[in-house]
């Protein structure tokens, strides 16, 4: 006797009629990181623009999607690599897409920046090295919005003891005390002062 019809095998598989989805397309950016990371490591650093320098410093802090519109994003904004750095972390932060953390690694990249300038100035006598000097001074402040009024403070053999920022102002006047600056260079026991105040251009 013919075994009945099951009901399993009289109903199609729907596995079996469904037409499979297509896959998803990879987006546009895919393997873009790996690619500009070979890219640097082949050609050297030098050979990169600067939307992808400021790219391979935010993968850093943003480890995914594509950050290569935020970089030329904050290029526009700030108007160069350095006036990002220079950028206050609040500044930054004012830019869609830019969180505490990249913004600390912008300002770190800064701060490292400064101090390599700094040390080439602290270990020479400044009459003897006025051109680091000016350099150090040029990459402290090129990219300052506001005006500011710092004070390089020498010992009896023309070294720098300390860069301080006196006064910060607006975008034209830093007000400065005289007494501040004495009151300072008595208790660093400065024999010399450099006096530096700088214009911004915007």
Sequence with gaps: MPRPLAVEDAAPQSDFWRTPNPPA????HAGHRERLRDRAVAGGLSALPDYEVLELLLFRSIPRGDVKPLAKQLLARFGSLGGVLGATAEELRTVVGVG???ALDL???HEA???????K???RPVISSWTALLAYVKTALAH???????VLFLDKKNQLIAD?????????HAPVYPREVVRRALEL???ALILVHNHPTH
């Design 113 to 119: 920046g400064l101090r390599t300038a700094r040390e």
């Design 189 to 191: 026991s400065a024999s």
């Design 121 to 123: 100035v602290v270990r």
């Design 144 to 150: 300052e919005a506001r005006e500011q009024f710092r």
């Design 25 to 28: 397309p990879r987006p546009h």
């Design 164 to 172: 301080e920022i006196m006064n910060r102002g607006t975008v034209d």
């Design 100 to 102: 505490e953390a990249a």
């Design 107 to 109: 300002k770190l990249l």
